[in-house]
């Protein structure tokens, strides 16, 4: 029986590294796909170690560029078939919204969101052409629930859950899913090398400066508390399994009841609970 194939974008790090490893272990010809092949050592070592590194392929491929993507087209067109999209790459903007500029905005927007459509709809024709294949979309809980001080990040995800749920719908009839992961907090480097500060937000002399060290020592008390990613892994492969998935799989602790509880209490209530968790 031929292999599946599963294509994943921000393979280097974090959730793409181990759901590359985990789709290889899974017996996947998995092709992950990172903007510098400089940082695919981690990914390298670890596949060599479990004895998967034969089911990997590195590419090049930077989401936000044109090019690039073209460059994948012609890949997958001698590669033959793609049966599953993740669509992992990204990173976290941060700031306070008075602060960013408009240009930092428009970057976020145009790796998160339409660095994802771009791929999706260079991927799609082979797709539908196999007559068969899946998308996942990896979200966040920030696209459920707006955060302080991460204004780009929660509307590029906000943005990505929209555009989601449309396109599934329209790949609905061509028996094609679009699935949204949702995880809460893991321990990986979103929050770290993977977050973009905006500089003025860091200053002493921003009037939020006193407010962005509050969300700082939140973030930093939490992270004991994290997730591991390779649990979150092992579940996307076993999602993309499934016969009949659906749109939404909420994953991390405590991340599904503060989703049911964002959507059921009056905003209200929701606003007091935030401030005085931040304090």
Request: aromatic residues 10%; positive net charge.
């Amino acid at each position: 029986m031929e292999k599946k194939v599963v294509l994943i974008t921000g393979a280097n790090s974090g959730f793409g590294k181990w759901m590359a490893l985990e789709f290889a272990k899974a017996n996947y010809t998995v092709i992950a796909s990172m903007r510098d092949r400089n940082k695919s050592k981690p990914l390298i070592d670890i596949a060599t170690k479990m004895g998967v590194m034969s089911n990997i392929e590195i590419i090049i491929l930077d989401i936000t560029s044109d090019k690039s993507v073209e460059n994948l087209t012609l890949y997958l067109q001698e590669f033959g078939r793609v049966d599953l999209l993740i669509n992992n790459a990204g990173y976290a903007g941060a700031g306070f919204s008075e602060e960013i500029p408009i240009q930092e905005y428009q970057l976020q927007m145009d790796t998160n969101f339409f660095g994802t459509i771009r791929v999706t709809q260079a991927v799609l024709p082979f797709m539908r052409k196999q007559g068969q294949g899946m998308i996942i979309n990896m979200s966040s809980i920030s696209g459920e629930i707006g955060f302080p001080g991460m204004s780009p990040y929660v509307s590029s995800k906000f943005a990505l859950e929209g555009w989601s749920e449309s396109l599934r719908l329209e790949l609905a009839p061509l028996s094609i899913p679009v699935i949204l992961i949702e995880p809460g907090s893991f321990q990986t480097n979103i929050w770290t090398t993977g977050k973009k500060v905006t500089e003025k937000s860091t200053l002493a002399t921003s009037p939020y400066f006193t407010y962005m060290n509050q969300l700082d020592t939140y973030l930093q008390k939490n992270r004991n508390k994290d997730g591991d990613p390779r649990e979150l892994a092992r579940k996307v492969v076993a999602i993309a399994q499934k016969k009949q998935p659906k749109m939404r799989y909420v994953v991390g602790k405590g991340t599904k009841s503060t989703i049911l509880v964002k959507h059921i209490i009056p905003w209200k209530w929701w606003e007091k609970i935030v401030l005085f968790i931040l304090k």
